[in-house]
């Protein structure tokens, strides 16, 4: 196995599409070495991306917030500004495992890891937030909805490596928050997630957008969850609302971490949690 | 073995180690540089058996490879007493009979000096969720957390 | 054997302070050595290939391309491993590496010794395997229906009448209790019949079975091992291999946690084979999904309870039927079970009857008073419904049915004085028991019991020229049993503890110690050490006798020094065992004390536990409030050890009540074999757990010792689950009781 740290995201990116074996990327490696131990994965060359500058940046512009695929969570819980324009994205990040494996995780990792359970995923897709792509010839912007295609899959082409995370400008009174239901208090994969991310005008939500995650193939988006609350002052009619439109928009699966009916309740109560800290957190009163 | 040349520092100490690339550093520190003082329980980052401080920071030395050290300082149990004396948490986990096997104790001691290293009085509740990556079997948390809590009223004592 | 009841009221010096122990300092600065961290010269790695079915039959193993990679030293399959045992031993063998079928997923085909760890998994890659998949069972009542796959052909049930002659997966069925069941049973006002399922769980200790096993071509061998029994390892391994156990020094190193499953051997005969196969040492040590997999976890179960009471809370009768599932190989699991169902009650009419069923599990091992959780699950969950039927307070109705001295067990025996009352009464006054609930909370109680045991055992003492004591104890330290030990040892010499150093000896050191298991420990070795030291005592004073030339009986041993008696002795000044000691070379040679004994007379153990659980309706997410635990020690050596057995058994039993469990695919295999998905409670799941020690002496120890490691794993289950009913207002049956159990459970009750 070779072991490669370059400086670049284009050196990295040239790297992976050179190698005609199995190519992966390490951050946080929180999954990786995971998937190494138990024998699923014997990559012939490793590409260390802790190494790129460009990668380990946590910006705040007037455009918007960009964090680099490298930044760890520890550091974006340490990141004052970051937590208040974004409390629901940092907690999310921040449920990953243990402080010792939120050392090393990133949000990017936990992204391309590609498990429908990822927990940084339903915040960043209910955040708006965008993926840069960047392969050894172009770069370009996805939005990060777009970025998973199953368990275990990406829309990532060979060569390509997510260099940063955006999200976009915060306006006025909004919100965001992300709740998972585990069996303990720590260290559990969601058995499933919710994140809603909201903005209010005049106190009624003006926009809103509600993922899902551990309840299909992919974190799913519930446009008809956000509809239910849009315009709403989040009376208990439109959060019931809210809760069936989350329930309807599961696909599940039984599996050693929960059944179909489970995911499907509990995705509705949590969703309808979730919408009520991201209400709060705009300023939003009832 | 094909194995690539890593300079580090481990508890102050220069330390250079030849490693295989998929190596952990968690083998390379036991294997290679005989601090078995850092343990595998579970080789997935689930049980902070194996819990190192890496540049300061808090990780599963299991989770991390070899090479991937190299230029960095490395902090295991080994290091945490001075020549004259244990650290306060070494004490009190020895005066609270906070460990039966011991197994987790050296994880659980690297553990609970990164957080009164940032958190000086830390509740109970701190305390039982920054060492929830560390897994004891033996003694249901009762004792550790008794411990750390004494070890941090020792610290912010000394500090004065 | 008879012992000096008076010990059992004395006062203590040192026995029952919180000194520090021993191993402390090792085991904070990284120094305590465990089954992983020795190394010698030239080591080699050895590898496991293990079954990915659940049963199939072995056609053929090709180990041809891993004998010829380099490095490779030796390839082991079971074809290298005939049966010395003339098959007494012939289930280890067979679990340790399996012959013509793999019995469940995890069971080792094969192993390979290599230079390192990449070849040696290189290795394991080149051997072949061909199998020829054959129908699997893994549920215990599944195992138990016609025309399920027989695990274990040629089995007949044992203990049915008449002897059956089809082959079964019950291996055994065993039956206990006394009276007259249907006559009770027309007496009662209310009777409860119910049924409970418990999951498997596992013991957990965060140490993988580790060793360094090292055998030469003259047959002799040394292995390092973690284990609680290195005499037992050694037996075993020794018979396996064909060798003398002289030959085969076998040295306990310090051990990661064990809770029962480090009492068998998994990897270690066939470390040891791979060993003189290749004539160099090998260090083997298992993955924590090799753990969960291959090393021995505790039963699933299912049962039927019923239970019938008087309207003034008499019960008349009690009956239990529990189905233990013992994984590929038979053992007494059912027994155990059986015998513990009833034990904490005092009932004219009772029966219990425990089945032991094979299925295409791993072989099962004992977990910290086995098979007792799960019965007393069912018992204290029936007893709890009992009590709200008839309108009583749920300890009321157990201090009126509790057990007593006279008791006739509904095990057989009659019991001596026993903790079961007073434990009961103690709970009922707790503070914890008058705290207000709030919202969504409920409490919830439990009893359990466990017998205790006692055993083999030898301890030798030996005094240094300094008047240091060394003490060699061959029962292995799991919970803290050096510093108990050194206790005793100060307590009986008359010295400071900090003048005893406690470690714990090889097997050619000192002679056969059973097991640590059984809550044994400092009950069997406390007993051995007390007579060593009396014994050395008895030196001390011929010593002191020969410095001072006056007969030895006009010398006492008061308070660690030889007294002379007498006013004709008024004129000697004591002499310490220090200053014997000193002149020990011109007094005979080295002062010491042995004892080899058979331990009777452990005290059987009762507990009580209370607990608050907060219950989420909409998920079924839980939250222990509050854990009281009350258990009778017998004396307590060292409170602080008793506290964590208390506190460590509970924590364990909150695990298993609320969230772990083995859970198996169609295709029979391990969903979750890692500490990810086996979910043991982790720090921010538990509340402080409250003890409170009684200590009933036990009349057949010195000192009064019971035995206190196992019981406390008893009650949660129940506790929890008559908790977790009362605030969800639903009876759980099913442990554990996950998120989506309860959820279940409430919509349904709802529905």
Not at chain 1, 174 to 195: C, Q
Not at chain 3, 219 to 247: F, I, N, P
Not at chain 3, 365 to 380: D, I, K, L, Q, T
Not at chain 3, 707 to 726: D, K
Request: proline share 5%; net charge neutral.
């Amino acid at each position: 196995m070779r072991y490669e740290a370059p400086t670049t995201t284009k050196e990295a990116a040239t790297l992976l599409a050179k190698e005609n074996g199995e190519a992966c990327v390490l951050a946080g490696g929180t999954d990786l070495l995971v998937r190494m131990k138990m024998g699923l994965s014997e990559p012939d060359l490793i590409v260390d991306i802790k190494h790129i500058p460009a990668m380990q940046e946590i910006k705040i512009s007037a455009s918007g917030t960009k964090i680099g695929a490298a930044v760890s969570g520890t550091r974006l819980g340490d990141n004052k500004a970051l937590k208040k324009a974004w409390p629901g994205v940092v907690e999310a990040t921040n449920l990953i495992g243990s402080d010792q494996v939120q050392g090393r995780c990133t949000m990017v990792g936990n992204l391309c890891n590609a498990s429908p359970a990822a927990d940084s995923v339903p915040a960043m897709i209910a955040a708006g937030a965008k993926a840069v792509v960047v392969g050894p010839k172009k770069r370009r912007t996805v939005t990060v909805e777009n970025i998973v295609t199953g368990p275990g899959q990406t829309s990532l082409e060979k060569g390509e490596v997510i260099e940063s995370i955006t999200l976009p400008k915060r306006s006025g009174k909004s919100g965001d928050a992300y709740l998972r239901f585990i069996p303990r208090t720590e260290m559990d994969i969601a058995v499933v997630s919710a994140g809603v991310n909201l903005t209010l005008e005049k106190g009624v939500v003006k926009t809103a957008r509600v993922c899902l995650g551990a309840v299909a193939p992919t974190a799913v988006l519930v446009p008809d969850a956000a509809k239910a609350i849009i315009g709403t002052k989040l009376d208990k009619a439109a959060l019931e609302s809210l809760a069936a439109a989350c329930s309807a928009a599961c696909n599940p699966i039984d599996d050693k971490r929960g059944t179909v009916e489970y995911r499907t309740k509990v995705a509705g109560v949590l969703g309808r949690r979730a919408a009520e800290i991201a209400f709060k957190r705009a300023g939003g009163s009832k | 073995m094909t194995g690539v040349l890593v300079d580090t520092t481990v508890n102050g100490d220069a330390v250079q180690f030849a490693c295989p690339t998929d190596e952990t550093l968690l083998d390379s520190l036991r294997d290679r540089v005989g601090l078995t003082g850092v343990k595998e329980g579970c080789g997935t980052g689930d049980c902070g058996a194996c819990s190192i401080t890496l540049d300061g920071q808090l990780v599963c030395s299991c989770l991390v490879l070899g090479v991937e050290a190299n230029g960095s300082e490395i902090g295991t149990v080994e290091g945490l007493a001075d020549s004259e004396s244990l650290h306060p948490l070494q004490e009190q986990f020895i005066n609270h009979a906070a460990l039966q096997c011991g197994i987790c104790t050296p994880g659980f001691l690297v553990a609970a000096k990164a957080l009164l290293d940032k958190n000086k009085d830390p509740s109970e509740e701190q305390i039982r969720y920054a060492l929830a990556g560390n897994l004891c079997r033996c003694t249901g948390y009762d004792k550790i957390v008794r411990a750390v809590q004494a070890a941090a009223k020792d610290l912010r004592k000394k500090k004065k | 054997m008879t012992h000096d009841q008076s010990f059992t009221n004395q006062k203590f010096k040192v026995v029952g302070t919180r000194v520090n122990r021993p191993d402390g300092v090792d085991k904070v600065t990284g120094r305590a050595k465990y089954g992983a961290d020795a190394t010698a010269p030239g080591q080699l790695v050895g590898l496991f290939l293990r079954s990915p079915h659940a049963h199939a039959r072995i056609k053929k193993i090709d180990t041809s391309k891993a004998e010829k990679l380099k490095g490779v030293k030796a390839v082991i399959t079971s074809a290298d491993l005939p049966d010395h045992t003339n098959g007494a031993l012939l289930d280890k063998l067979t679990n340790c590496m399996a012959r013509d079928r793999v019995l469940y997923d995890g069971h080792a085909v094969a192993a390979v010794a290599a230079i390192d760890r990449q070849t040696a998994k290189k290795a394991l890659k080149l051997i072949k395997v061909s199998y020829e998949v054959l129908p699997h069972v893994t549920d215990v009542d599944e195992a138990m229906k016609p025309g399920a796959p027989i695990v274990q052909p040629g089995t007949k049930t044992r203990g049915v009448d008449p002897k059956p002659t089809k082959d079964s997966n019950v291996a055994g069925v065993s039956t206990f209790g006394h009276g007259d069941l249907d006559a009770g049973f027309k007496e009662a006002d209310v009777i409860i019949e119910k049924s409970y399922k418990t999951e498997q769980t596992h013991q957990g200790y965060i140490e993988p079975h580790a060793c360094l096993a090292s055998v030469g071509p003259d047959g002799s061998g040394e292995l390092w091992v973690t284990t609680q029994g290195h005499y037992t390892y050694r037996t075993d391994c020794a018979a396996l291999l064909g060798m003398d156990l002289a030959k085969l020094k076998v040295t306990s190193s310090e051990i990661g946690g064990g809770f029962g499953g480090k009492t068998h051997v998994w990897i270690e005969p066939i470390a040891l084979a791979l060993s003189r196969k290749a004539n160099r040492p090998v260090k083997a040590v298992m993955t924590r999904e090799e753990v969960f997999k291959a090393s021995g976890p505790t039963c699933s179960t299912s049962m039927d309870i019923k239970i019938g009471v008087k309207k003034d809370g008499t019960i008349t009768a009690g009956s239990a039927h529990i189905r233990y599932q013992d994984g590929a190989f038979p053992f007494i699991w059912g027994q155990l079970g059986a015998m513990t169902a009833f034990a904490c009650y005092d009932l004219k009419n009772v029966q219990a009857v425990g089945y032991d069923v094979l299925v295409n599990r791993p072989k099962v091992a004992a977990y910290r008073a086995p098979s007792a959780p799960m019965a007393a699950f069912g018992v204290e969950s029936t007893m709890d419904l009992l009590a709200e039927a008839i309108g009583m307070d749920p300890v009321e109705l157990r201090i009126k049915n509790a057990a007593k001295e006279g008791t006739k067990a509904s095990y057989g025996p009659t019991y001596g004085p026993i903790g079961i009352g007073p434990t009961l009464e103690a709970a009922k006054n707790h503070p914890h028991m008058k705290t207000k609930l709030k919202k969504n909370q409920g409490r919830g109680m439990a009893c359990g019991f466990w017998f205790n045991f006692g055993g083999q055992t030898c301890t030798d003492i030996n005094i240094g020229s300094d008047g240091t004591v060394n003490l060699s104890l061959g029962t292995v330290d799991v919970g803290g049993s050096r510093a108990s030990m050194s206790l005793i040892c100060a307590e009986e010499l008359g010295i400071p503890y900090e003048q005893v150093k406690a470690n714990v000896a090889d097997t050619s050191s000192l002679g056969h110690n059973d097991t640590t298991e059984g809550s044994r420990g400092t009950f069997s070795s406390g007993m051995a050490t007390i007579f060593a030291a009396r014994e050395a005592i008895e030196e001390l004073k011929n010593r002191a006798a020969q410095m001072w030339d006056i007969p030895v009986e006009e010398i006492e041993w008061i308070d660690g020094e030889a007294r002379a008696v007498g006013q004709q002795h008024d004129n000697l000044p004591p002499l310490t065992l220090k200053e014997i000691a000193a002149k020990a070379a011109g007094t005979g040679g080295p002062i010491a004390g042995h004892n080899e004994v058979v331990a009777d007379g452990a005290g059987v153990s009762f507990a009580s536990h209370i607990c608050d659980v907060e219950v989420d309706p909409e998920t079924g997410g839980t939250k222990v409030v509050r854990y009281t635990v009350i258990q009778d020690a017998g004396k307590a050596i060292h409170p602080d050890y008793v506290e964590g057995q208390f506190q460590g058994g509970a924590a364990q039993g909150i695990g298993w009540a609320l969230n772990e469990e083995y859970i198996y695919g169609e295709d029979g295999t391990l969903q979750n074999a890692g500490f990810l998905d086996y979910r043991i409670p982790v720090c921010s799941d538990l509340p402080f757990i409250d003890t409170q020690i009684l200590e009933i002496p036990n009349p057949n120890h010195p000192y009064g010792i019971r035995g206190v490691g196992e019981t406390s794993i008893v009650p949660p289950l129940a506790a929890i689950g008559n908790a977790v009913s009362n605030a969800a207002g639903v009876r759980m049956t099913h442990v554990p009781m996950s998120p989506p159990r309860i959820l279940k459970a409430i919509e349904d009750a709802g529905a």
